[in-house]
């Protein structure tokens, strides 16, 4: 979001769903950047683009003259002077987002989460990172991120409003990856009361077929625009903020979050320890009181 956007009680978001060539930076940078300038002619604060959008999705070895800095010159003169989120390999070798704001860059978010089964086999092309931000309010999930709903809850607690999950998903043999991530994102937006800003990509490269299928959903699970499937297409959508924050008064759902009880159990589970008061359970269920 742009500075007087975030001062507003709205924001418009526009939803850049591209085809793009596998590694054809400057052709995908080109054609993001006329799908940026449809956007901003509506009148968008922040426009997302969709995971890779760059180099197009990497199943294999990247070659070196793919990855970028964040700060990238080709990155900045595509944000421009707005707000973008562009799916780009970060260099040494990161899946990552790059969240330009007002011409500088505001802050990088690294895929946590490689998916290692099926056809997708990331961890053995990129690095995986170690840490989820919030910034402004927005949390930046890639792909695979938001199949973790424990990482959604930190964003959360950490103060998000505004899921942005940028994806290269798919049609498989192995799920109904369209009907899944309209789950996913509605789950989330009505659960955790937060807009969610889902921006796929379409086209096929890698042996894979992209369906599209951008959206964004409100806090109360409404899908309130949605990009046709398996074509480009560029649309936006506003998110009423103040609305948002109304309905969490309203309706409470986020409070008393019981972190302890949380923090404790994550903690077993990373020292190998037994769940705490597992002993005590058995004892009850045994009948021995």
């Known amino acids: 979001m742009t500075a007087h956007a975030r001062q507003n009680a709205t924001v418009r978001v526009g939803l850049a769903q591209m085809d793009c060539q596998l590694g054809e930076v400057a052709t995908n940078l080109e054609r993001a950047a006329e799908l940026n300038a449809q956007v901003r002619a509506r009148g968008a604060d922040l426009v997302v683009f969709p995971e890779l959008v760059i180099t197009g999705y990497c199943k294999s070895e990247v070659g070196a003259e793919l990855p970028m800095a964040p700060d990238d010159e080709r990155l900045a003169e595509l944000a421009g002077d707005g707000s973008a989120v562009i799916g780009f390999v970060e260099r040494p070798c990161y899946n990552a987002a790059a969240w330009w704001v007002d011409g500088r860059l505001c802050h990088v978010q690294r895929k946590l989460f490689l998916p290692m089964y099926g056809p997708w086999q990331e961890a053995k092309v990129f690095d995986s990172g170690d840490e989820l931000r919030v910034v402004d309010g927005i949390a930046i999930l890639i792909c695979n991120d938001a199949w973790h709903p424990a990482l959604v809850e930190l964003a959360v607690r950490r103060g998000a409003e505004v899921l942005v999950v940028i994806a290269n998903s798919a049609r498989n043999d192995l799920v109904d990856n369209p009907s899944t991530w309209r789950d996913i994102t509605r789950f989330y937006a009505r659960l955790f009361q937060v807009w969610v800003v889902f921006v796929n990509r379409v086209g096929s490269d890698s ?83």
């Open 207 to 289: 042996g894979f077929s992209f369906w599209g299928g951008s959206h964004v959903v409100d806090f109360d699970g409404r899908v309130v625009v949605e990009a046709p499937e398996d074509v480009e297409s560029a649309v936006t959508a506003d998110l009423d903020m103040e609305a948002l924050r109304r309905r969490r008064r309203e309706l409470p759902l986020l409070d008393h979050p019981r972190l302890d009880v949380l923090a404790e159990g994550f903690n077993d589970l990373v020292a190998g320890l037994e769940p705490s008061g597992s002993g005590a359970q058995t004892s009850v269920a045994s009948g021995d009181a």
